[in-house]
């Protein structure tokens, strides 16, 4: 028992030092453990089996599943235009939507999903990560309290108090202390809280999609070269093909998309009213796509073209073309892009096969099914005509898959930037966007019904995503936080180490004397200040674990109710506000908002003492003692 409590407070030490990698403090722990035969080989692995771990690393792929579909993205653009700009608001939006999702997915899954588009939005405000990060992870640990399966502690006082034969806390009863504890959280966070979250840029700021494009329209020369042009019945475009027409070649312009003609939606016959007519038309417009080369084109289609002015007046009269007014062309670059169709600058490498190839005869286009933009070289541009040379820049259009498979020809070619973050910025919803939600509500529905364990929920949902092409397995990999899920398991250890020596027992047993004796608010009192001081350095759960039979013994001694009491510690066990390996939330956010071990301290101890006040108060309203 002393070894283990000397390897605890050495941890917490270096956890507090800060100068060492805390994944590596926590490895270092575990070996220690191991090394002074206080736990067994077996014990000392067991938690990187544990299903909360195990869970942890699964909803990060669930999370990024829905990132990659343009839903996170979707969720951040409603979350900021809700906004308005104003960073508090944000906090505010951010932290009610984190409590109440968690009070029905696990507030892992929560955090995982909702993490990007908090990270996104805190960019686009003009603020940093960390000025929402703890406050989320902190409103995830709250909200949990709103239902029975929002975190695993609820689980915990609840199955105990059925073994005892006692009455099992409903599912939404825990709603009743939930709820006006989320509010004290996010006014809380909101009045003094964010004073406190460390303001520096603790991370570079991610390639805002807009920005990206207004750059490299710029670069490429692009504004005013974008065209909207109508078939005529008279064009000698219509009944052949892109590829039959040649109009790269002879021209030296490209056809971005195709859209083919609809006739103006009626209503019996008679024209709908201009603004309806507008939505109907909204409705019906397909994403942006690339267009079929062999698709033959038809009267009153329209091309939307890329070329210099000239080019495209030679076109105009050439192919008998009809010009749409200038409005109607695409202002942004952005517009292009879709949950399909991408945009990326790439550079002809010094030993390309491509080196001295036309892209006018389709070189690049054709090996990869692309759309080549513009071709820079040096400060000046370069027509599609000329043989392309080593270090020439090309912007290139196509599927974000085929962008993919041009990154991996590292021979040939170097992608610039970073193209797969800019496609998990694409805002507009396809097909597999829908889809991705309804996995992510099948598992929801699987995690509160209990008709499943909540970790096969999750990996069942994983699953899902790659089965049904919402991510790769690359990006699957990619997207795990690898040091979270190394923290926590190599954590969950000196949970067991505490149990098996007695040293969590003999702590409880003695604290629970202390304020026993001084009647049952007291007593209430001291099991909140036990739990709570178990969940800041092991899990949330083991902390309820270990608790849970000590209240009921409590209970029984003083001839009390046990209600208030294991509600009381399931409250104390969603309090880890202290560190970051109390809870999954809390980890998660760790490096993604550059936090240090004892920023989580500065802001959720003030936290910390308001949930045991007002618990102290409205716990024994509405549970008597």
């Not at 690359?474 to 923290?487: F, G, H, N």
């Not at 109390?582 to 936290?607: E, H, K, Q, W």
Request: charged share 15%; hydrophobic share 55%; glycine share 10%.
């Amino acid at each position: 028992m002393a070894i283990t409590f000397a390897i605890l407070g050495l941890t917490i030490a270096l956890f507090m030092w800060g100068r060492v990698l805390v994944e590596l403090v926590a490895v270092g722990s575990l070996l220690a453990l191991f090394l002074t035969d206080v736990i067994s080989l077996d014990e000392a692995l067991a938690g990187f089996s544990n299903p909360t771990v195990v869970l942890i690393g699964t909803l990060f792929i669930v999370g990024e599943g829905l990132s990659r579909t343009g839903v996170t993205a979707f969720f951040g653009a409603k979350l900021i235009a809700r906004a308005g700009g104003n960073p508090i608001r944000l906090l505010v939006l951010a932290m009610l939507a984190t409590g109440v999702l968690s009070g029905f997915i696990s507030n892992a899954g929560t955090v995982a999903a909702l993490m990007p588009a908090i990270v996104l939005a805190s960019w686009r405000v003009r603020s940093v990560p960390a000025a929402f990060l703890i406050p989320v992870a902190f409103a995830a640990n709250a909200g949990g309290l709103l239902t029975l399966t929002g975190t695993p502690p609820n689980i915990v006082v609840t199955d105990a108090l059925d073994a005892a034969g006692l009455r099992p806390f409903n599912y939404f009863e825990f709603s009743l202390i939930g709820i006006p504890l989320l509010v004290v959280a996010v006014v809380y966070m909101a009045l003094v809280g964010r004073r406190l979250l460390p303001q520096s840029r603790s991370a570079s700021a991610p390639l805002l999609v807009e920005d990206t494009m207004e750059g490299l329209a710029d670069t490429y020369s692009l504004r005013g070269e974008l065209y909207r042009m109508r078939i005529r019945a008279s064009s000698p475009l219509v009944g052949s093909s892109l590829r039959e027409s040649n109009l790269g070649r002879r021209f030296g312009v490209s056809v971005l998309q195709i859209d083919p003609f609809h006739d103006d939606p009626t209503l019996f016959g008679q024209p709908l009213p201009p603004t309806l007519r507008d939505r109907v038309g909204a409705m019906q417009a397909e994403p942006p796509a690339l267009p079929d080369p062999d698709r033959a084109l038809e009267h009153n289609d329209v091309l939307l073209v890329r070329g210099a002015p000239d080019r495209i007046s030679e076109v105009e009269v050439a192919m008998h073309l009809g010009m749409l007014p200038v409005e109607e062309a695409p202002d942004e670059l952005g517009e292009l892009l879709s949950q399909e169709i991408g945009i990326a600058e790439v550079l002809i490498a010094p030993r390309s096969s491509f080196a001295g190839a036309v892209v006018a005869e389709g070189a690049v286009g054709r090996s990869f099914g692309v759309l080549v933009l513009g071709i820079r070289r040096g400060d000046h541009h370069v027509d599609n005509t000329e043989p392309l040379q080593v270090g020439d820049a090309l912007l290139v259009r196509g599927t974000w898959k085929a962008i993919g498979v041009m990154a991996e020809e590292v021979r040939n070619f170097v992608v610039v930037g970073q193209p797969e973050e800019i496609a998990t910025q694409v805002t507009d919803l396809d097909g597999r966007s829908w889809l991705s939600v309804g996995i992510l509500a099948v598992m929801v529905a699987l995690m509160a019904s209990g008709a499943v364990p909540v970790v096969v929920a999750a990996l069942l949902a994983a699953a899902a995503m790659l089965a049904t092409g919402c991510l790769t397995s690359t990006q699957a990999y990619r997207a795990v936080s690898w040091s979270t899920v190394i923290l926590i398991g190599a954590m969950i250890p000196m949970a067991t180490a505490l149990d098996s020596t007695g040293g969590a027992a003999r702590i409880a047993d003695a604290l629970v004397d202390v304020f026993g004796g001084f009647g049952a608010v007291p007593l209430l009192a001291g099991i909140m200040l036990i739990t709570t001081g178990f969940s800041q350095v092991i899990s949330n759960t083991a902390a309820a674990v270990l608790m849970a039979p000590v209240a009921l013994g409590a209970a029984a001694g003083l001839g009390v109710d046990p209600h208030p009491l294991m509600m009381g510690l399931a409250v104390a066990a969603s309090t880890a506000f202290l560190t970051p390996v109390g809870t999954a939330p809390n980890l998660m956010v760790l490096s993604p908002g550059g936090y240090r071990f004892r920023d989580y301290a500065i802001v959720g101890l003030p936290l910390l003492l308001l949930f045991l006040a007002v618990s102290l108060i409205l716990i024994p309203i509405f549970w008597p003692l």
